[in-house]
């Protein structure tokens, strides 16, 4: 059996909050929670994890997209399940979005975000997470875990200060302020704006594209683009992360301030 043949007779992964399609050496993954404007709770991340570890193993799959379904790419991580874990060690729970972006980081395959709609805290480091990133005019992002009353985790500070420098990652992460996809394009985090009608068409195009290079070129520029700026900052001690979490959820001033600001946007 070919090496191909035997990549795509594995099996897929059971999937309930993510969809998984593929045409040819392109595959995509869409967050599939359209109703929670897909809100990335313990079961979506977990699923994550397990869908790139599976990628792995798919050596005939070059390029993958990473978009979300209905009006927005992501609401950000799931307050609900990380405030109240069913069961065992909160720390666990809280420790899933690192390991799901670091797991999303470091599959072999080149990742393009295609993002549109809203796209906040957890979700604007899923898409850090990825190697390139397309936006639609109407993409709009915030990182409100201030406000929130916890810090930002999932190794999004160091993803972000290395992309964006100490000062913007400060300001941003600070204020808790929305900023746009044009804005997000001044600042070099994001590749490309198109307009939402094209957004699907782009990426598409892009995705084709890189897939039709030689692999063993676009894996080693990607492997080592991720070697350097491990190396200038890693996500690798943002394992704490977990803790100042599980902390602030803890904490008494910071929950006051997470049911102020749900409580605000309620209304």
Known sequence: MSDSAA?????????????????????????ARPEKLNALSARLLGELIELCGWLHRRADIRVVVVAGEGRAFSAGFDLGDFSAPASGDPRDGADLGRLATNALTDVPQLTIAAVHGRCIGGGAVLVAACDLRVASEDALFSIPEVDLGIPLAWGGIPRLVRELGPAITKELVLTCRPFTADEARSLRWINTVVTRDELDRHVTDLASSLAAKPLYALRTTKAHVNAVTEEMIGTGRSVLDADSLVYAMRDPESRRASASYLSARKK
């Open 7 to 31: 990549s795509t007779s594995l099996a897929t992964p059971t999937l309930e909050c993510l969809r998984w399609s593929e045409d040819g050496p392109v595959g995509r993954i869409t967050l």
